[in-house]
């Protein structure tokens, strides 16, 4: 058998069988059409089968290569962790930023809640060795893939199990996070996310806000006077926490950023400097 003959696989969208191809020969698409001739073992057509099974399925492709993706870097990922989001990447970039702005050179106590595989605390840690990063997760099950991934990546964040913030009684420079936000009984949710990215991270209560409120309510006693706090959000949740923060941290900027879509999927809240 010839790779040209997987490339007629009418069981599978084009698109997923190039991937099933690619995963099993480690080849690029490019590389598929050149290499259309070349025959494949019977232990390759095994595995291919196997993949093509999983992508009929459903399974995203990142669970069944194992990695990800995220800020040109590769991460370990399984179905303990949530696959991470482009939308993410923008997160780290608008964090590292105003931190520069900020802060200039000093070394800032960092702390990400709900740090799943760990690519926000792994990367900002990457971008800026002045960076002491703390980052928890109640899933011990995702923190020993943010312990994989940190091995790989050589970084030095200190990962904790805990719900959100409990139990750390440091004080905070930066605090980000990215929790749960669906809202429970949302009708937007992908088939294939809810059927295969664990729960845990998905929902965030009755109206998605529930993670906001916990965080922000005691937030005073791990924050420092000259701070900032960044968060992923929901796409129409901006007004909603922006109400929060407002009665939590009055004399805090608040700021609710757009994603490429137009949807809110940002808010940063920056104390005034003196
Ligand atoms: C939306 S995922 C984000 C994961 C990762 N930070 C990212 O951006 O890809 C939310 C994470 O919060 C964690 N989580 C859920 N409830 C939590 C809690 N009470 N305390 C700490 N972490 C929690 C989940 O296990 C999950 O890893």
Excluded: C, W
């Excluded at 904790?160 to 929790?179: A, E, H, M, R, V």
Aim: no cysteine.
């Amino acid at each position: 058998m010839k790779i040209k003959d997987l490339l007629e696989n009418k069981n599978i969208t084009e698109d997923k069988n190039k991937l099933a191809i690619g995963q099993v020969l480690n080849m690029s698409n490019p590389e598929i059409s050149i290499n259309k001739e070349k025959e494949i073992t019977k232990d390759e057509y095994k595995k291919y089968k196997k993949v093509v099974k999983k992508l009929q399925k459903g399974l995203p492709i990142q669970y069944i290569t194992k990695e990800a993706y995220f800020y040109n870097d590769k991460y370990y990922v399984n179905k303990d962790v949530l696959i991470p989001r482009l939308e993410t990447e923008t997160l780290v970039d608008d964090i590292n930023k105003l931190i520069k702005n900020k802060f200039k050179n000093q070394n800032l106590n960092v702390l990400d809640i709900g740090t799943g595989s760990g690519i926000i605390a792994i990367t900002l840690n990457k971008l800026n060795k002045n960076l002491n990063i703390t980052a928890t997760d109640i899933s011990k099950k995702a923190l020993k893939i943010a312990e994989k991934n940190q091995k790989i990546h050589n970084t030095n964040v200190k990962f904790i199990k805990t719900n959100l913030y409990q139990d750390i009684n440091n004080k905070f420079d930066i605090i980000i996070s990215n929790p749960p936000y669906i809202e429970e009984k949302s009708q937007h949710i992908e088939k294939e996310v809810l059927k295969n990215e664990p729960k845990i991270a998905l929902f965030g209560g009755k109206d998605g806000l529930k993670y906001y409120r916990e965080i922000l309510k005691n937030i005073k006693a791990i924050l420092k006077e000259n701070h900032i706090i960044a968060f992923e959000i929901g796409e129409n949740q901006g007004k909603k926490i922006e109400k929060i923060v407002k009665e939590i941290l009055p004399k805090d900027e608040i700021i609710i950023k757009k994603d490429y879509n137009n949807f809110d999927r940002y808010i940063y809240i920056i104390s005034k400097d003196n």
